[in-house]
């Protein structure tokens, strides 16, 4: 079984400032990593996503995440937020194999509150 | 279409009453995903749904809940005698891919409120 942690409810930062929203793992075998925004009142759209090679990720609107096996650890970062980025973000993991254990499992969300 | 389709966006219902959620997946897309989003509980998988194999219904919370995919494609959910508790934004994703490596296109989801 696999399941997926994010500590932080809710971040609140102020425009400009860099933000981290933290995701831990855990799974006994190789992993997938994904990141999802949520802005209000619309589905899921991928950020970014780990599936092997580079550890650094980069993804859309500036965001990167840093996957570190040791840590399990999965950490979403941005250097200067804007106040655009405020929205839920989901961190989820999958296995890199077929059928059911393709479902992704996510954790619980942080909320990114952004202010001037 | 380009993109998951899902119908209705919103959904008003008595308690007790039966309602059916609709999910249009990406066109070729062989895989298709339903989840809940309560309040503060994150994604909560539900079923699975891969070309025409057996769905995985283990994420199915009660037998009041079913799903269907006719033709490897559109996806209904169904909820019968629904509660309060089922009150939850249903989201449905699809896949291109069988393998895990590949994105999940979401839907914008059907917000559900029992009343």
């Known amino acids: 079984a696999q399941s997926v942690t994010q500590l932080d409810s809710q971040v609140p930062v102020f425009e400009e400032a860099p933000v981290e929203l933290r995701c831990n793992y855990s799974s006994s075998v190789s992993v997938y990593l994904f990141w999802y925004v949520q802005y209000p009142n619309q589905g899921l759209q991928l950020l970014l996503k780990y599936l092997s090679g580079s550890t650094l990720v980069k993804g859309i609107n500036g965001f990167e995440a840093e996957f570190n096996k040791s840590q399990t650890s999965f950490h979403l970062r941005k250097p200067s937020v804007h106040i655009s980025d405020t929205a839920e973000y989901f961190c989820a993991v999958t296995n890199p194999t077929t059928g059911t254990a393709s479902k992704l499992t996510f954790g619980t969300g942080t909320r990114l509150q952004v202010t001037l | ?115």
Not at chain 2, 62 to 87: C, K, P, Y
């Open chain 2, 1 to 115: 279409g380009a993109g998951v389709s899902q119908s209705p966006s919103n959904k008003v219902t008595e308690k007790g009453k039966d309602v059916e959620l609709r999910c249009d997946p990406i066109s070729g897309h062989t895989a298709l995903y339903w989840y809940r989003q309560s309040l503060g509980q994150g994604l909560e998988f539900l079923i699975y749904f891969q070309g025409n194999s057996a769905p995985d219904k283990s994420g199915l919370p009660s037998d009041r809940f079913s799903a269907e995919r006719t033709g490897g494609s559109v996806s209904t959910l169904t909820i019968q005698r629904t509660q309060q508790e089922d009150s939850a934004v249903y989201l449905c994703a699809s896949r291109r891919s069988p393998s895990g490596g590949y994105g999940y296109t979401f839907g914008s989801g059907t917000r559900l409120t029992v009343v």
